[in-house]
């Protein structure tokens, strides 16, 4: 339905006349009118008004259908670092609605979770600035620590609160019941690994290679993680070096080294790793992984210059490859931030 045909139609069911309904926006009659009868389009900025007098969406203005509401969702998420409450309200309440939908229930649970995570991640920010602001003033005191740590996932001592248990749990439930999902495998893994469990991380690996769709080259990575899970540091090495031997232009085998390596803070090798997968990766847009492991060990080292301008590698990266830009993208905006935040640490 057109837009001007929407309006008449819940200007109708909200019991008004044109002039109420102008008197309501601020406007004359004359615009309600146009717009009616298709000469004019309401202003972007009047729709948010149109909708809260219609008690209705700006969606429904427009007579989306549930697809075009659902990709209006996402990508307002990723352009923006927070929603204003209303609109996640809108979103929430739309998103369950469709979870009974055998066409759209996979999406609007997936998206569902991405704006829960999306409103925990800004106010998270948020926590984090204030808990720092707190700590700063009396770093003696322990009240904001915990929620610092929460917020931007920092180290925890205590192994009781540090360790995996809950997320192996869950991935074993998950393999159990689907074991040919492969992917679920690697997540279990990462999780066994973290936690030193060696024996077991080497029987889901085994399963694991097993499978039609286990990574190739994850295969020999998971087993160079799991002795340095055994503090068998030597044989580790000589399957990543073997590895890279074998392999030394192909882009996956190059990006895991540099990971390897980083983890080990054998930064230089780690650099002329992921320096190499980045080249090596003929597939375009390439993904910024690579580049924001080296922008990290810039940082790292002290380097705040380099940083920065693999900072520029990185917007370069988004515009010219991906097509991203301010307006549909907020980690365009995050990275110019953090450059930033570089260059000033580097007094430029």
């Known amino acids: 339905m057109e837009l001007g045909k929407k309006i008449r139609q819940l200007r109708f069911k909200a ?170 495998y690697m997540y279990l893994l990462d999780n066994l690994i973290a936690d030193r469990r060696a024996d077991e991380a080497e029987y889901w690996l085994d399963r694991y290679c097993k499978l039609e769709k286990a990574h190739p080259v994850m295969k020999h990575v998971y087993r160079a993680y799991i002795a340095l899970a055994r503090f068998d540091e030597p044989v580790a090495d000589r399957i990543i070096e073997d590895l890279l031997a074998k392999e030394p232009e192909n882009d996956a085998v190059l990006f895991e080294a540099a990971q390897y390596y980083a983890s080990k803070c054998n930064y230089g090798k780690a650099v002329d790793c992921y320096e190499r997968a980045f080249s090596a990766d003929k597939k375009r847009p390439r993904y910024t992984d690579a580049l924001m492991g080296i922008a990290d060990i810039n940082e790292i080292t002290g380097d705040y210059s380099a940083a920065a301008k693999t900072y520029d590698r990185l917007i370069d990266l988004l515009e010219n490859e991906w097509g991203f830009t301010d307006e549909t993208d907020s980690s365009l905006k995050i990275m110019r931030e953090e450059k930033a935040r570089l260059l000033a640490l580097a007094g430029k």
């Open 15 to 184: 019991g008004l006349t044109q002039e109420q309904l102008a008197d309501r926006l601020g406007i004359g009659p004359q615009s309600v009118s146009k717009w009616e009868n298709a000469v004019a389009m309401p202003d972007i900025t009047t729709l948010p008004l149109l909708a809260e007098i219609f008690g209705t969406s700006i969606d429904d203005l427009f007579d989306l259908t549930s697809e075009q509401r659902l990709n209006r969702i996402e990508n307002r998420m990723d352009a923006e670092e927070e929603l204003p409450r209303d609109v996640y309200r809108e979103f929430e309440e739309f998103l369950k609605g469709q979870l009974g939908s055998e066409q759209h229930e996979k999406r609007a649970t997936e998206l569902l979770a991405y704006l829960y995570w999306h409103s925990m991640n800004s106010e998270g920010k948020k926590a984090a600035r204030y808990a720092k602001e707190a700590i700063r003033s009396h770093p003696e005191e322990k009240a904001c620590q915990w929620i610092l740590q929460k917020a931007e996932n920092h180290a925890v001592w205590d192994w009781n609160v540090a360790n995996h248990t809950k997320a192996i749990n869950f991935y074993l439930e998950v393999v159990k019941s689907n074991p040919d999902a492969s992917l679920s």
